[in-house]
């Protein structure tokens, strides 16, 4: 007898059977391309990492459930069914060994999308109770104190007084009518708050109208990563509210990636309305600012610099130009990475897999592939965009003796403001 939770799990998958996943899955010729795209599978050679295979659970549903072949071969035996050990033997793969950071998806020639594929599949296995551990409770987390941290607002607060003692500059806070409300990620209020204080220093010297919502201000969304949409829409509807109730114009995502696509291109989807504010992630934002003549920049970094570009926001998100928009404003020496913009490689930490800390071994393994592309352009220097792949890269550069200062593009452009001239 099939159990509760089981049963849970393979209704999860059935409602995201929708025609798009039958048109993929359909359309699969099974070339393997996928496969080369995936730096879990180029850097273990394992053949059940290969991202097509991760979507098995959701493929046999597909299979069993709503093609004639499979309906008939199920009542016969011949149609492979899902069961608890189909899932339990996944939850690795498709945790551990994915960041759905979408690269497969830009190379599979008949145009599937793979990483939302298995997005789906997530969710029957978070149904079904089959998660990591480290995901269950940042999603836990998330809903009882409004980030995957567990972080409270007096620790956020308690950062403000500092950075606001320090510059003396005023971090607004809950101001109606403002035309941008930033968002931050826990990791940049207890890891990074040094993103704050520059955000706080260009846009007072750019003359922006923003402030922070305390009732909302985590940009995580631990929803998506571990897949139950439910809890996805409850955390995006908390930002609508915040920004609704205090009438902003823009809501802008920080240096995240995930967060970015998850308020952006996820939220209206999930909550089933479209925003009446518009979202931008803080580079196009800032890139704005240098087009409209109020960012103003002096001084050159001399050092080679190179740019790693947070598959979320580039591949997935499209913003590929305005981070270098930005970087040339105060970089002598800066050289791409090979397979830099949307076919840029995955550091290895994204979607749940850096709060998972049963993937660490894969995960530092995996990021061989972001050595052999820093060691083909030695830089004295990495800019990123994203504080994940910020903390990523660290662990990476660690575990491979690598030397290598990481910079944040936001922190580096208010470190070169220039005081001689105001807006």
């Not at 003692?165 to 403002?178: E, M, N, S």
């Not at 190179?306 to 928009?325: A, E, F, L």
Request: net charge neutral; aromatic share 6%; proline share 4%.
């Amino acid at each position: 007898m099939m159990s509760a939770t089981l049963e849970k799990g393979i209704n999860a998958l059935k409602k995201e059977v929708d025609s798009t996943v039958a048109a993929f899955f359909s359309s699969c010729v099974h070339c393997g391309m996928c496969a080369d795209a995936c730096l879990f599978y180029t850097e273990t050679g394992c053949p059940t990492r290969a991202p097509i295979h991760k979507t098995e659970p959701l493929r046999r549903i597909w299979k069993s459930e709503f093609t004639l072949m499979g309906r008939i071969g199920k009542i016969f035996g011949l149609t492979k069914t899902v069961d608890d050990k189909l899932l339990k033997d996944w939850e690795k793969l498709v945790y551990d060994s994915c960041t759905l950071c979408g690269r497969c998806s830009m190379v599979c020639p008949v145009g599937n999308d793979i990483a939302l594929m298995i997005r789906k599949t997530r969710e029957g296995l978070a149904a079904a109770g089959h998660a990591p551990e480290g995901l269950i409770g940042a999603t836990k987390r998330s809903v009882e104190t409004g980030g995957p941290m567990g972080l409270k607002l007096q620790a956020l607060l308690a950062q403000i007084s500092h950075i606001e003692k320090d510059t003396g500059l005023k971090i607004p806070l809950d101001t109606v009518g403002a035309d941008y409300m930033l968002l931050l990620s826990s990791m940049e209020i207890i890891n990074f708050p040094e993103f704050i204080e520059a955000i706080a220093k260009i846009f007072n010297k750019a003359s922006v109208s923003w402030t922070i919502s305390t009732e909302c201000y985590e940009a995580t969304n631990s929803g998506i990563q571990i897949g139950v949409s439910d809890i996805a829409a409850e955390l995006v509807q908390r930002i609508v509210d915040a920004a609704e109730k205090l009438k902003v114009k823009t809501v802008i995502s920080p240096e995240c990636g995930h967060a970015y696509m998850a308020i952006r291109w996820d939220g209206p989807n999930l909550i089933g309305k479209a925003f009446n504010f518009k979202v931008r992630h803080i580079l196009e934002v800032l890139d704005e600012l240098r087009i409209s003549g109020r960012l103003k920049i002096t001084g050159k970094e001399t050092q080679k610099l190179t740019y790693h570009d947070p598959c979320q926001i580039s591949r997935r998100g499209g913003v590929i130009k305005q981070p270098r928009n930005l970087i040339n404003l105060f970089a002598e020496n800066f050289v791409e990475m090979p397979d830099a913009g949307k076919m840029n490689w995955c550091c290895g930490a994204g979607g749940g897999v850096s709060a998972n800390e049963r993937a660490d071994d894969i995960r530092l393994k995996v990021f061989k592939r972001k050595k052999d592309q820093l060691d083909k352009v030695k830089p004295d220097a990495i800019i990123s965009a994203c504080s994940n792949c910020r903390i990523n890269l660290e662990d990476g550069l660690e575990e491979y003796n690598m030397d290598i200062p990481l910079m944040s593009l936001t922190e580096t452009l208010a470190e070169h403001l220039d005081d001689q001239h105001n807006s």
